[in-house]
């Protein structure tokens, strides 16, 4: 995949903010013209068309709040964005000279609406920049193929945004963020600029900043943030639009990571610990690996069963509490010895 060549994509930090919903020509001026004036973001968004999970909801203004948009461009200079499901929304954006368009978590997580709506775009509008969601589900190779469908369709200038993961527990986020997804994403397709959402990942007004900061000390290329003169009468996702004023200073305290690296020395020398260390700790591993497997040899010799599941619980309680001792979190010492715990019995069987 080429870089982008779009100047719209090139700033870093690219901020893009606006309302969820566009709901008002003066609720949609009054947040651009002080976006404007108050902050570094360069991209307005507001959405037009609202895909809600469920019927019944705010489901955007439609066509005319695009006639807003035209207007935040000319009154403020800023460029606009919104989203995108389906063709007919394809045609009356180009129409308005949209300039930049996001593709949404429930779009992108279906393939046929993806096809259309790549096609569509490649016709009407392919050097138009086009953001990807991704899908709400944590599925990285349907947020790749959506990607692919717009560049075999004759997109030039494509970008993703982290939006977070839909999931079934009880958590403190609305999606949860899952940063080795997006990770993964930016190993597999490193050329895609790549922004966070902070808003839909956290669902709530408070961990907007601490989110956009995490995103900003990765190395995302921006943010979307969405933010709205009156939060709470929001008509849509007013638990987490924070006023433009507040965005203000979130964005004051935000600082970007250039990426300077292949000459930074004390950089350098701490990679080198690292290498050293993981080469240990590879090494203990396969010492564990072979006692294990001489476990396995003696409990087929004796006719004892693989799985031990009190073992395995003490193992897992010990080891959970001298980790805790050496600060280290309860759920990441669970998830490794889980997965050491698979390995062991594999090959015992
Ligand atoms: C949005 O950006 O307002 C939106 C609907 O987001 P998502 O597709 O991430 O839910
Ligand atoms: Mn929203």
Redesign the pocket.
């Known amino acids: 995949m080429t870089a982008p060549s779009s100047p719209l994509l090139s700033p870093r930090p690219l901020l893009i903010a606006g309302p969820?919903?566009a709901e008002s020509e003066r609720q949609v001026l009054t947040t651009a013209e002080i976006l404007r004036r108050d902050t570094a973001v360069q991209i307005f968004?507001a959405?037009v068309w609202?895909?809600r999970t469920k019927p019944g909801g705010f489901e955007g203004v439609g066509e005319p709040a695009l006639a807003w948009l035209d207007k935040v461009k000319s009154e403020t200079g800023m460029p606009v964005a919104t989203?995108v499901a389906v063709p007919r929304h394809v045609e009356a954006t180009a129409d308005h000279g949209i300039d930049l368009l996001?593709?949404?978590?429930?779009?992108?997580a279906d393939p046929f609406a993806m096809q259309e709506l790549a096609d569509a775009i490649g016709r009407l509008c392919p050097d138009t920049p086009v953001l990807v969601?991704?899908p709400?589900v944590a599925d990285i190779e349907l947020w790749i193929g959506a990607i692919e469908r717009l560049r075999d369709a004759g997109v030039r200038n494509i970008g993703a945004?982290h939006?977070?993961f839909r999931s079934l527990g009880h958590d403190v986020y609305r999606?949860h963020p899952r940063w080795s997804v997006p990770l993964e994403l930016h190993r597999r397709l490193p050329q895609l600029p790549l922004l966070c959402?902070p808003?839909?990942i956290g669902g709530r007004r408070d961990l907007i900043s601490p989110l956009a900061r995490t995103a900003m000390d990765m190395g995302f290329d921006g943010l979307?943030i969405?933010t709205h003169p009156d939060p709470d009468s929001a008509l849509?996702?007013k638990d987490q639009q924070v006023t433009p004023q507040y965005l203000a200073e979130i964005l004051r305290n935000l600082r970007h990571r250039s990426s300077r690296t292949a000459t930074d020395e004390p950089l350098r020398q701490f990679r080198l610990q690292i290498d050293q260390l993981d080469s240990e700790l590879l090494e203990i591993l396969a010492r564990r690996m072979a006692v294990s497997k001489e476990i396995g040899d003696y409990k087929r010799r004796h006719g004892i069963p693989v799985v031990q599941t009190e073992r395995y619980e003490n193992v897992l309680l010990s080891r959970i509490a001298s980790a805790a001792d050496m600060g280290m979190s309860e759920e990441f010492i669970e998830k490794l010895f889980a997965s050491i715990h698979e390995e062991s019995i594999q090959n015992q069987l």
């Not at 996001?102 to 992108?108: C, H, K, L, N």
């Open positions: 969820c919903s968004r959405g609202k895909p989203e996001w593709i949404g978590a429930r779009t992108s969601k991704n709400v945004i939006r977070g999606n959402d808003s839909h979307i969405e849509s996702d």
